[in-house]
C-alpha cells in the first residue's frame, strides 16, 4: 500500500512508527527528525535520484524566462491578492528585474503545503528573498492549491494566462500542453531551460534531490522490507529513467548503496 499525497504527511506517518519506507522529495527536517528520535525510529536516507520543479504556463502564453525575483513577486507572501502578472511588477522591480510581466489575468495553481514539491520550491525560489524582506519563507494563500500534480497540470492547459509549478517528470509527462518556462536564480541572469542534463549538472536553479527514507528496525523484523530495498537499488537506473526523473551519477549511486548496506 502507498500512502500520500505528499512528503511532509509521509513523514508524520513514517516518524509515528505507521510506514517502513518513506519517499520524499526534500530531505527530512529537523522537527521531523525529532519527532522520529523521540518515537523510537531510527532510519537509513538514501538518495535515490535527482528532479527538478518545472514552472509552467500555457502555451498560448509569451512568458519565456523567470527569475526567482519575479517567482517571489508573482508567488511570494507579498503578492497575496495580485490579480494580474503586471501586479508583481513593482516588487520585481524592487529586486532588481527588468522582466515585462504581461498585463493579464494571473491563474495561479501550484502544489498544497503538505506537499514535498511545495517545500522546495519555496526553500530554493522563496525563502531567502522573503527572509531579507522580512516576510515569512511561504507562498501566497490565494492559489489553486491540490497534491495532484495531474490536476494542477490540467488548471495550466486550462487557461492561457496560467503559472504553477510541478515536478519535472510531470511536466514532461504533460508534453505540449503547457510551456516549461526558462529560470533564472539571479534577477535578470542566465535563464535555463529544465533538462535532464541541466537537473543532473546543477546547472537548473530549481534541481533538487530525491530520497527514500528506510525504517532500520522494519528492515530487520521484515526480510521483505530489506529485500525490497536491496530490488530498489539492483536495478536503480532503469526504474528512475522509466519514472522521468535524473539518474546519479555512479560514485553518487555506489554511496547510496553502502549507506544502506552498512546501516
Keep these: 500500500t502507498v500512502d500520500g499525497p505528499g512528503t511532509g504527511d509521509g513523514f508524520e506517518l513514517f516518524c509515528s512508527g505507521e510506514t517502513d519506507i518513506s519517499d520524499a522529495s526534500r530531505p527530512i527536517d529537523e522537527e521531523e527528525a525529532t519527532t ?11 538518495q535515490v535520484a535527482y528532479d527538478g520543479m518545472a514552472v ?3 502555451p498560448n502564453n509569451d ?11 508573482l508567488v ?3 503578492a497575496e491578492g495580485f490579480e494580474t502578472w503586471a501586479d508583481g511588477t513593482d516588487i520585481a522591480s524592487e529586486l532588481g528585474s527588468s522582466t515585462e510581466l504581461p498585463d493579464a489575468e ?21 525563502e531567502g528573498i522573503a527572509e531579507e524582506r522580512g516576510q515569512e519563507p511561504t507562498t ?18 486550462s487557461s492561457d494566462t496560467s503559472l504553477g509549478w510541478v515536478g519535472f517528470a510531470y511536466a514532461e509527462e504533460a508534453g505540449d500542453g503547457v510551456t516549461e518556462i526558462a529560470v533564472s536564480a539571479e534577477p535578470d541572469g542566465d535563464c535555463v531551460e529544465p533538462s535532464a542534463e541541466s537537473i543532473s549538472d546543477g546547472s537548473y536553479p530549481l534541481a533538487r534531490p530525491l530520497f527514500i527514507y528506510v525504517n532500520t528496525a522494519k528492515a530487520e ?3 521483505a522490507v530489506a529485500a525490497f530495498v536491496d530490488f530498489y537499488l539492483a536495478d536503480l537506473d532503469s526504474y528512475v529513467e522509466e519514472a522521468g526523473y535524473v539518474v546519479m551519477p555512479d560514485d553518487e549511486v555506489e554511496a547510496q548503496v553502502s549507506a544502506w548496506e552498512g546501516r
Excluded: K, W
Design 140 to 157: 501566497r494563500t490565494d492559489y489553486s492549491a491540490n497534491a495532484d500534480d495531474n490536476v494542477i497540470i490540467s488548471n495550466i492547459e
Design 106 to 126: 494571473l491563474v495561479l495553481t501550484g502544489p498544497g503545503t503538505e506537499s514535498g514539491t511545495y517545500d522546495s520550491f519555496v526553500e530554493i525560489a522563496l
Design 36 to 46: 522520529c528520535e523521540e518515537n523510537g525510529i531510527e532510519y537509513v536516507e538514501i
Design 56 to 58: 509552467m504556463t500555457n
Design 221 to 223: 523484523e521484515n526480510p
Design 63 to 73: 512568458v519565456e524566462c523567470l527569475s526567482f525575483a519575479d517567482l517571489y513577486a
Design 76 to 78: 511570494g507572501p507579498e
